[in-house]
């Protein structure tokens, strides 16, 4: 299966946006030259040991990450743990280079591009549609998944582009492991009940809320987004829901 992160061939029909502004200088150099060094690519072997040059406690995936801020502040304060981000918004991986290598728009750009001196090499980024890369990791092998603030695609006949979905559903439940986390973050009213009504007869996942403490703040390991500031500005509460898999 062709990996090329924009290539438009074989790949499963994808509604969002591929890329926005015009990519600038530092980044397209970041894309260019660091990105490789931390990417999955065809020849990512998915193992524990080696995927992060180190042994790492647990293995977290996150699905459209967006600008990276999340992905970036959960690698940062877990250095133990090993973080895969999937984003197929080339400006958005862009910005998370920045934020972990530091080099912003307008600064010198230095000769060798490398991490952030109090940064561990805890990501890997896969920058194309996650759904490519479903089947190449095996079953059981991540801890957490993280989907904040997804496309809600509030009208009736785009439903059937929600990422949360039957098939997606199933193929999250079988490469995580159990007792390991599926969060699901939203401002939107149509996607909360969507998600609610999706997960609601799912064998394989037990949504762990008792009171509406557990849901309607952030949990406690949480880092803030630019789509969740975005809804905070325009009045709209988000709802954190974690699932535990069966
Ligand atoms: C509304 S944005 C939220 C971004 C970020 N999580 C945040 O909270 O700021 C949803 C993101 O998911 C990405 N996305 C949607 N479907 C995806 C897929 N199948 N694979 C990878 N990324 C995807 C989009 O490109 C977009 O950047």
């Not at 309607?216 to 009045?235: C, F, L, M, N, S």
Request: proline fraction near 6%; charge should be positive.
């Amino acid at each position: 299966m062709p990996l090329n992160p924009f290539s438009n061939t074989d790949q499963p029909k994808f509604y969002g946006r591929r890329q926005g502004r015009k990519i600038r200088k530092a980044k397209t150099t970041l894309l260019d030259s660091f990105l490789p060094q931390i990417e999955i690519n065809d020849q990512t072997v998915f193992n524990k040991e080696t995927l992060f040059g180190k042994p790492v406690e647990q293995i977290c995936l996150e699905i459209g990450f967006g600008n990276g801020e999340h992905l970036a502040g959960q690698a940062l304060r877990n250095p133990q743990n090993g973080y895969i981000g999937a984003e197929v918004f080339k400006n958005g991986v862009a910005n998370l280079l920045t934020i972990i290598t530091g080099i912003k728009e307008g600064e010198h750009l230095p000769e060798q591009i490398s991490l952030l001196p109090n940064r561990s090499d805890n990501i890997r980024v896969f920058s194309n549609d996650i759904r490519l890369l479903f089947k190449r990791i095996p079953d059981n092998f991540l801890d957490k998944v993280f989907i904040l603030f997804p496309d809600p695609w509030p009208k009736k006949r785009h439903e059937n582009r929600r990422f949360i979905n039957p098939e997606n559903l199933r193929e999250i439940a079988r490469i995580l492991k159990k007792g390991g986390v599926l969060r699901i973050a939203t401002d939107h009213k149509v996607y909360k009940s969507w998600t609610l009504h999706q997960l609601h007869d799912n064998a394989d996942f037990f949504w762990k809320a008792t009171c509406g403490n557990d849901w309607k703040h952030e949990p406690q390991d949480w880092v803030e987004t630019k789509y969740q500031r975005k809804a905070i500005r325009e009045g709209r509460k988000a709802v954190f829901l974690d699932y535990i898999r069966l």
